[in-house]
């Protein structure tokens, strides 16, 4: 198929991220949502790896699945921290057999109730970057905050991490966030460090105030007042609340393509409602 930094290359694209399903019924759920947001063409779709690694099964047979089914170019996530070198070697060498042209390395999680790595893991996503770098040809993502990564010690060290790990991969797809200004101002302090690697935004409709609450404490990130009282105020009406996630996202979207982002990343959730109601708002829908 395609290398992503082509696909940015051609104008803005639209892609969307899936989870790797758990159980029957998330299977049939995430079968029925690529269906539909599928007809949209996007660029690329991603599948998450899992915390610690726990869905690593199911990533690869989705990434097949979405590129063989329905003739999407699909990236795998692959997180590093739950794995020795040989393992992630083991997997980066299935992917690359597999002929994928993009990978996704992330840091990860330990798996819960374990606080040390294993014997020879990587401890940054740099290092496994830089590992899949000399094994194989593929692009390489890279994840980018924003807001800061929740682990940082400082504002400075963390845009200097941020930097050379961005510097080091062919393109980053950032957590999300709810204002414009946080990426205008991660780009602009990666220019002024030299680094000039594709950002793309990562979008979260929100349209669940529990989940999104949860997400953005997990990860240190600001919640809008504003966006909660829109929520809490549409009640428990699902059509109500997806209403106030796409409206939401949608302005914020334009706010991102007008400032130069070159695609958007649609975190579904492994729902297609809102994703499909965004994408066909903001134009990058060549149907």
Request: hydrophobic residues 45%.
């Amino acid at each position: 198929m395609t290398r992503i930094p082509q696909l940015l290359a051609a104008g803005p694209a639209l892609s969307f991220e899936f989870s790797a399903p758990r159980d029957p019924d998330g299977v049939r759920r995430l079968e029925r949502t690529l269906r539909r947001l599928a007809p949209l063409q996007p660029a690329f779709m991603s599948v998450t790896y899992g915390a610690g690694g726990a869905t690593r099964g199911p990533t690869r047979e989705w990434v097949a699945r979405i590129r063989n089914a329905f003739g999407v170019e699909a990236m795998p996530h692959l997180t590093c921290v739950a794995h020795t070198r040989d393992e992630v070697g083991a997997i980066v060498d299935q992917y690359a057999a597999d002929g994928i042209d993009n990978l996704l390395a992330l840091r990860g999680d330990l798996p819960q109730g374990s606080d040390e790595l294993p014997s020879g893991a990587f401890r940054y996503a740099r290092e496994l970057a830089a590992f899949v770098r000399e094994r194989t040809a593929m692009a390489i993502g890279v994840a980018a905050h924003p807001q800061g990564h929740p682990l940082a010690v400082s504002e400075a060290a963390d845009r200097e991490h941020q930097a050379a790990k961005i510097a080091a991969a062919d393109f980053a797809i950032t957590q999300f966030f709810f204002d414009a200004a946080h990426y205008e101002r991660f780009t602009e302090q990666m220019a002024a460090r030299g680094v000039h690697t594709p950002i793309i935004p990562g979008l979260m409709p929100p349209t669940n105030i529990n989940g999104i609450a949860r997400m953005s404490a997990l990860n240190g990130l600001e919640f809008p007042v504003s966006i909660r009282e829109r929520l809490e105020a549409a009640g428990e009406n699902p059509a109500a609340r997806r209403a106030v996630g796409v409206e939401f996202a949608v302005a914020l979207a334009q706010n991102l393509l007008n400032a130069g982002a070159p695609g958007l990343h649609i975190y579904t959730m492994n729902y297609s409602a809102a994703p499909q109601e965004i994408a066909q708002a903001i134009g990058l829908n060549p149907n």
